[in-house]
Every structure is written in structure tokens, then in C-alpha cells.
């Protein structure tokens, strides 16, 4: 059963960094670009970054210069970090295969960005 479980997120100044982590389970990653995904209180669920099998990037143009995805293959994980935070970048963040994959959305981890 496919399954990922996102973590590392929590509160911070604006400014600030963090670094979140997801570990898949029932898949392996190496055969999928994944992504990381938001969701703010009152707006729908966004992508904010994608790596293709082979390492390419993508990122959505609010987070570009400051956020950068990476995946270890071997750990089955997928990475954000996350610097030069802002109050608008609190959210709930979760990670999936990319496209999101419907009805294996994890419970996510949340990223709060406040002074």
C-alpha cells in the first residue's frame, strides 16, 4: 500500500528556514517524479515543487530562489527546504507523486511562519 509520511515542518520567524522530509513506503520513488504540495486555511491544494526521475526541478513561481526539492533514491525520500520564509508560506505541506496521486495524500506536516 502506497504511503507517505511527511515531517520536519513546525513554527518559524519569518526569514527562518526548515527542512522537510518525506519517506515513501509501497512505491519506490526512483520510477516517479514527485512533488511537494501546500495547503493554506481557505485555499485549495497547490504544487509548490516537482522532481522529475532525473533530477530535474520545477517550482512554483512564489517559491522560486528560496525553496529547493531533492530526493535520495536510496532512502526513498523526497526533501524540501524551505529558506527565507514568509507569513504566506504557512501551510500544511505534503508530499506525492507528481501528479499527486488521488487518495494517497498523507496527513502532512505543518509549516507555520509567524513572529
Known amino acids: 500500500q502506497v504511503q507517505f509520511v511527511e515531517s520536519g515542518g513546525g513554527l518559524v520567524q519569518p526569514g527562518g528556514s526548515l527542512r522537510l522530509s518525506c519517506v515513501a513506503s509501497g512505491m519506490r520513488i526512483r520510477l516517479h517524479a514527485m512533488g511537494w504540495y501546500r495547503q493554506a486555511p481557505g485555499k485549495q491544494r497547490e504544487v509548490v515543487a516537482s522532481?522529475?526521475?532525473?533530477?530535474?526541478?520545477n517550482y512554483a513561481d512564489s517559491v522560486k530562489g528560496r525553496f529547493t526539492i531533492s530526493r535520495d533514491n536510496a532512502k526513498n525520500s523526497v526533501y524540501l527546504q524551505m529558506n527565507s520564509l514568509k507569513p504566506e508560506d504557512t501551510a500544511v505541506y505534503y508530499c506525492n507523486a507528481a501528479p499527486g496521486w488521488d487518495s494517497k495524500w498523507g496527513q502532512g506536516t505543518l509549516v507555520t511562519v509567524s513572529s
Open positions: 522532481i522529475l526521475t532525473g533530477s530535474n526541478t
